[in-house]
């Protein structure tokens, strides 16, 4: 017997009145993720070359449908089944290995084999594409797919970074025998990867693991126990390890690949012990790792691993953020979805003045990461092309992008399960799933603390990337002259005070606690500029303007909590925001004062 179909339920609703189901408010399963978001069609004209807009638009399409629908499916059942490790074969041999539900394997097979997310910026072929596909691309697609799900994003994304790490750091020999597997789009052949950094004695402390690695009979062996280990079964793992007789701390530590199996086709010396019984990622399976003197290849430099591994953690940090944007754009969805097909008291809920306010506060921070993602992929695409500004912006952006991105999506995600009201509390509906699954985007590659010290501490205090940003968000503005010029001389005094700030605070040790202040303030003022900007460009949607001055208000500028409420210019803002149709400059540029 098989569950209800999710794919119609405000029409099964309707039909079937006297059981009292028209009083549930609907959810946008089934629903065209692509199609449904302006904002994104809007900013992919813009941050994409036009030939590149119009031949990967159909797949844009196409996953839209498939994360509304049959991928959605798909990811409700595979959370109801978690994956399951086998310590044993019949025989008792220890040949440990991970059941996936049937579910998630489905998946697997949209992102690895149809879409190859895995290959997609390393090689021409992917969805009809004669060159790789522009990072801008490729996250807007990895935004489609997480709405649906997020757990195998985790797969998908170190399988991306690890091919990376071989390319870039690899001997010659490690990449012939690698990246034909893990480019591989045939998955019952294909490799995928995975990183294993945290132990123990080492989360955000690197520099204290006590993995050590021992050269015998010309081959690298590998003894230790990595404690959180996602992708727990990938097919080659990336890890950081210490050679017997390096130096303690990070710069004693080199960068490793171990196999699941060997070249004969025996398994590696190590172990599976548990999995983790995890709060969110359910699909996903995330276990610890024991080395027994298992064999790996190294690297890339033996005194530079941290510092190669690092690379792989910045592109997991901006795909983090995109994953945050992603789920907001869907507790966005949820919410309006439940807004408008509810009613209480007399009307659809979105009637009511507190509602739309409720409304306004899941949507700003889901608009503001949808620009921050697309232009740090922008930047990225720009910078491997070679321009070192746009490398300079892409060293910042990444975690600021991942830093405020990510916390603002617990929020968010409990936000939306409000306006659903007690159904949104039952395990039937998407967002206990999204509240759970929010919450490891600040633990993942980085704490809030780590991101907002990297930020403040070292893209501000020892390289001074800011200042590059700075440039470039002042040129943007320049640029901006559809906009009211005393709304962008806000915006440009805003981003002035900031500066003063995140120096300030790069500067005195003293001020360490006020690192994270300093970098929402840039997060804000850089997310307010950027919407002011898109919102100036031919036939874009007004509406980002007025999204960035909600930021400019509510974010960067001091306000009186005991002072009167709601005033008219405010309710103007909100019927443009949720309204279900674009907004011309001409309707908003009275509203930017």
């Known amino acids: 017997m098989h569950a209800p179909s999710h794919k119609s339920s405000g029409a099964a609703a309707a039909s079937n009145p006297k059981h009292g189901a028209d009083h549930i408010a609907p959810d946008c399963a089934g629903q065209n993720f692509y199609a449904i978001d302006r904002g994104l069609r809007d900013l992919l004209r813009l941050y994409l070359q036009p030939d590149d807009f119009s031949r990967l638009e159909p797949h844009f399409d196409r996953l839209g449908r498939l994360s509304g629908g049959r991928l959605d499916e798909l990811a409700r059942v595979a959370d109801k089944h978690p994956p399951v490790l086998q310590a044993r074969d019949r025989f008792g041999r220890d040949e440990d290995w991970i059941d996936h539900h049937s579910s998630y394997r489905d998946m697997e097979a949209i992102a690895f084999g149809d879409f190859q997310f895995h290959a997609m910026s390393h090689r021409a072929g992917t969805l009809g594409m004669d060159r790789p596909l522009p990072a801008v691309a490729k996250y807007a697609l990895q935004y489609l797919f997480v709405q649906a799900e997020f757990g195998l994003m985790c797969p998908i994304s170190v399988t991306d970074t690890s091919i990376h790490l071989i390319r870039k750091f690899a001997s010659r020999e490690l990449q012939d025998y690698l990246l034909p597997k893990m480019l591989s789009g045939d998955l019952a052949t294909m490799w995928k990867g995975t990183q294993f950094m945290t132990e123990r004695s080492g989360g955000s402390d690197v520099g204290s693991i006590e993995t050590t690695a021992r050269k015998v009979d010309g081959k690298w062996r590998l003894t230790g126990d990595k404690w959180f280990c996602s992708h727990a079964d990938a097919d080659v793992a990336l890890l950081l390890a210490r050679p017997e007789g390096a130096p303690a701390g990070t710069?004693?530590?080199?960068?490793?690949?171990?196999?699941?199996?060997?070249?004969?086709?025996?398994?590696?010396?190590y172990r599976i012990v548990r999995l983790k019984e995890k709060l969110g990622t359910r699909s996903m399976a995330s276990g610890e790792i024991l080395l027994e003197g298992a064999e790996a290849w190294m690297v890339g430099e033996a005194d530079r691993g941290l510092k190669q591994m690092m690379e792989q953690v910045n592109l997991s940090r901006l795909s983090h953020g995109v994953r945050a944007a992603a789920m907001m754009r869907r507790c966005v969805n949820e919410a309006l979805t439940c807004a408008r097909g509810r009613a209480a008291f007399g009307k659809t809920i979105i009637e009511h003045p507190l509602l739309r306010r409720q409304l306004l506060k899941i949507i700003v921070p889901?608009?503001?990461?949808?620009?921050?993602?697309?232009?740090?992929?922008?930047?990225?695409?720009?910078?491997?092309?070679?321009?070192?500004?746009?490398?300079?912006?892409l060293r910042i952006l990444t975690p600021l992008l991942k830093f405020r991105a990510c916390r603002d999506n617990i929020p968010v995600a409990t936000g939306a399960m409000e306006v659903r009201g007690g159904n949104g509390y039952i395990e039937e509906w998407v967002h206990a799933r999204l509240i759970r699954d929010a919450h490891v985007g600040v633990?993942?590659?980085?704490?809030?603390?780590?991101?907002?010290?990297?930020?403040?501490?070292?893209?501000?205090?020892?390289?001074?990337?800011?200042?590059?940003l700075a440039l470039a968000l002042t040129n943007l503005l320049n640029h901006a002259r559809l906009i009211p010029a005393a709304f962008r001389d806000r915006?440009?005094?805003?981003?002035?005070?900031?500066?003063?700030?995140?120096?300030?605070?790069?500067?005195?040790?003293?001020?360490?606690?006020?690192?994270?202040?300093?970098?929402?303030?840039?997060?804000h003022v850089t997310s307010a500029i950027l919407m002011t900007w898109e919102a100036a460009q031919p036939g874009a949607d007004a509406r980002r303007a007025l999204h960035a001055r909600l930021v400019l208000d509510h974010r960067l500028s001091a306000r009186d909590p005991l002072a009167s409420g709601e005033g008219e210019s405010d309710r103007a803002i909100a019927e443009l925001v949720l309204s279900q149709r674009p907004v011309t400059l001409a309707e908003v540029t009275g509203l930017l004062s």
């Not at 199996?261 to 025996?266: C, F, H, I, N, V």
């Not at 633990?443 to 590059?468: C, F, M, P, Q, Y």
């Not at 005070?497 to 840039?522: C, D, G, H, M, Y």
Request: with cysteine; aromatic share 4%; hydrophobic share 45%.
């Open 251 to 269: 710069k004693g530590l080199a960068l490793f690949a171990m196999p699941r199996r060997l070249k004969d086709g025996s398994r590696n010396a």
């Open 443 to 468: 633990l993942w590659e980085g704490t809030s603390n780590i991101n907002a010290l990297d930020i403040v501490g070292r893209a501000v205090g020892k390289i001074g990337t800011h200042r590059t």
């Open 366 to 393: 889901a608009e503001q990461s949808l620009s921050m993602f697309l232009f740090t992929a922008s930047a990225m695409d720009r910078a491997n092309a070679g321009s070192r500004p746009a490398e300079d912006c």
């Open 491 to 523: 915006l440009r005094t805003a981003l002035a005070r900031t500066l003063a700030l995140v120096e300030r605070v790069a500067a005195e040790p003293a001020e360490e606690a006020n690192a994270r202040r300093a970098a929402s303030a840039l997060y």
